[in-house]
């Protein structure tokens, strides 16, 4: 059994003390959060730079992109149909966990690079806390159903350190554009996650019968998904100022606009049947946020962001249906929650496009911008952006790789052949007595429900409820 008793709790209690431990020692209000802290001289509404941020400006980014942490995700990866409880409940605990830890982490990379001598929060920096959870959590979708909370957490903690590395890397030591994070969060997070499920592959995770939907779980991973979909902006936007902000907002509506018409679109000519296929409706739709994300404050004009879309949207679309079996039938790496198609290869596609509008770049374009963005000549700097794509998901397929042998150790309460896809193993379970008995362990696809016969099963829990309160004795009575 996966759920020594104690195990989970007494890691949660032990690393959160030693992280109060560790705010006292390192974390403080940033000048613009205490007392003597001075309000912007430009208004509430004005943009001021990151060491006196104004509320006002940034928190509403900051909450639209909070949301999609713990609302978007969470509701994403309940499509599983034995495992809502456990996509959404371990996405509230894990966003809270690394609230904590990458607050530390991000400050301690920042106090190297700047000399600083604590860990100064505002705002701004709660955005960036928010960017490095989303890695994880991508990464998350990787292995979603086949890792114990203990392994969920120790993949984090390590996760968070080799984000912050290449991070530092391409921002301080490459300067890679990448404002949406099409590289840093979006193709980092994917690869991390993928390496991880490649090492801790197991043939019952392919033959699981619990891994797959039903219609209500789809419709839960909807509600995740029109929740991204409509924050994305303010993802892509969110630690922007000026005339780049506005752009950014612009193009990731167009980019993602253009993603969903095409998505349902190809959904439909790739299937036999001419059918729009859900998983694509809940997943590509996305992608043309992530295309787009490092190219979001560049001059691609709203025709490119929705070309972007487009080309995200058959890209993501042909990844479900026909790479992501590939990858599982020759390499055995087995992706949940599809990862590689919505944030892996829309991330190298993004980094692509920001390459080749960097190469194009002039002083006439982007005017006074021009030296803000870029710090070396257009034909370099798109080399680079393609040089910090290679770094980034070389960096995330080494640490993933070595962060999964170390989830891969029996001390951390790998799960059971009858654990995969289960909320049962964690969680308690509501009592489904009213409407017969549903067991979320049982092997098969559906449980019939009890004292129902075969004619029955197939039954809605309405028109059996309707059926009992109708005088019938039991519940396989049949209705005239």
Known sequence: ?????????????????????????????????????????????????????????????????????????????????????????????????????????NGWFKIIETGESKIFVDVVELIKVDFALAAVMISFGAVLGKVSPIQVLVMALFEIVIYNLSLWIGESVMEVTDVGGSIYIHAFGAYFGLAIARVLYKTEQTTSPKEGSVYHSDLFSMVGTVFLWVFWPS???????????????????????ACTIVTFAVSAVTSKKNKIDMVHV?????????????????????????????????????????????????????????????????????????????????????????????????TMQGGYQIAGLVATIAIAITGGTLTGFLMKLPIWDRLLREELYDDNAFWEMPDTSDYGSISPSDDKEYQKIEGVDDDEAGSSFSDIKKRKSSGGSSLNQQTE
């Open 1 to 105: 059994m996966a759920n020594t008793k104690g195990k989970v709790t007494g890691f949660l209690l032990v690393m959160h003390v030693i992280f109060v431990v560790l705010f006292g020692l390192f974390v403080d209000y940033n000048d613009v959060a205490s007392p003597q802290g001075k309000a912007s001289e430009g208004g509430s509404d004005a943009a001021v730079d990151g060491k006196d941020p104004s509320l006002s400006f940034y928190y509403p980014m900051f909450q639209d992109i909070h949301v999609m942490i713990f609302v978007g995700f969470g509701f994403l990866m309940a499509f599983l149909k034995l495992h809502g409880f456990g996509s959404i409940g371990f996405n509230f605990l894990l966003g809270c966990f690394l609230i904590e830890w990458a607050t530390l982490v």
């Open 235 to 257: 993802f892509n936007a969110g630690l922007l100022t000026g005339d780049a902000r506005h752009r950014a907002v612009i193009n990731t509506i167009f980019s993602l606009a």
């Open 282 to 378: 809940q997943n590509a739709t996305l992608a043309g946020g992530v295309a787009v994300g490092s190219s979001a404050n560049l001059m691609i004009h709203p025709f490119g962001a929705m070309l972007a879309g487009t080309t995200a949207g058959i890209i993501s679309v042909v990844g479900f249906k026909y790479i992501q079996p590939a990858l599982l039938r020759v390499f055995k790496i087995h992706d949940t929650c599809g990862v590689n198609n919505l944030h892996g290869m829309p991330g190298i596609l993004g980094a692509m496009i920001s390459a080749v509008l960097c190469s194009i770049a002039t002083p006439e374009i982007y005017k006074n911008s021009f030296d803000e963005i870029f710090v070396r000549s257009p």
